[in-house]
Each structure stands twice: as C-alpha cells, then as structure tokens.
C-alpha cells in the first residue's frame, strides 16, 4: 500500500481526541441545559440554579481552552457572586401575588422558535465554512503575568473597577438602609 495513500480516520472514543472531545460535548451539554432552565423555570430558586449550572459550564469551558484563571474567576465572580447574591435578593423579597403571564401574541412562540432557528443554522453555517487557523501563545496566561500586568500596564482601569464596586456597595448599603416599607 502506498503511504501517500493512507485513509485518514476519525479518533476512537477511547484515545485522547476521542475523550477530549466527549468531554467538550458533556461540557456543552451541560451549559445548554443550565441555560434552557434558568430561561424556562417557572420559579425563581430553580431559574437560579440553572443559572449556575451554566455558569459553571462556561468556567469548564474556560478551562477547557488553557485558561485556568479565567475560569476561577468565572467561578468566582458569577457563580459566587452574582447567583449568591440573586438568591439573596430572592430570599429578602417579599413574596408577591401575581398571575402567570402567557405569550404576548399568537405568533409570539413560533415566530421565536423559527428565529432562533434560522440564527442557530446561520452560526452553524458560518462555523463549517471557516477556517480556525491554531495561533501560537502569546504568554503562558498565569495568575503571576496577569497580576504583574494588572499592576503595571491596566493599572488605572483596575482602579476605576475598584471605583465603581465602591460605589455599587455604597449604593446597595443605602438602599438595604431604607428598607422594606420603601
């Protein structure tokens, strides 16, 4: 047989592409269906916890692609702060009585659904048709280089972020002041 000739196939499920590539749909998977519960729960501790469950998902994602410290501050940025914080607020709320509001109209459902089809069908579309040249590391992305550059080189936009959390706690405070009957 010719070497030139050699049938390429596709990597087994038990070699490093084939696990690696089980363990990006299971990551996937799990992102979507954290996403589809916190857009679909009817109640609002579940509709976090889906959020978090996609939340999650992105910072295996994240790490997924070399980026360990972007995951951790994913995790812990949006799943430590902002779900805890979600379900804080939902917990301090006083519990309304409401009626369940339908679709806006009769086309509200499927005019979504053939949107949100033909945006999918365009993206997918769109990846099958490009080309993802492998680009070489630019810095090896660890938490000493990111700090030394946080420090040195973004040093002013880290203090302007620093700022407006500041003021997002002073703001939180006077409002947690006024209280309930407010």
Known sequence: MNPSMAITEAPGLFTADGLTGLIFLIIMAATLIGGIIACCAERLVRAVA????????????????????VAMMQMLIYVGAVCITIAFAIMLAAPEES???????????????????????????????????????????????????????????????????????IGALVLARAGRSK
Do not use: D, H
């Open 99 to 169: 009626k369940k509001n339908g679709p806006a109209g009769p086309l509200s459902g499927p005019l979504g659904f053939i949107t949100a089809g033909i945006i999918t069908f365009g993206l997918i579309v769109m990846a099958l048709r490009t080309q993802f040249p492998i680009l070489p590391k630019v810095n090896k992305g660890t938490t000493k280089e990111i700090g030394i550059q946080l420090l040195t080189q973004y040093s002013m936009v880290f203090e302007l972020i620093s700022i407006v959390l500041l003021i997002a706690i």
């Open 50 to 69: 889906g959020l978090m469950v996609c939340f999650v998902g992105v910072a295996a994602l994240y790490y997924f692609l070399n980026s360990p410290f």
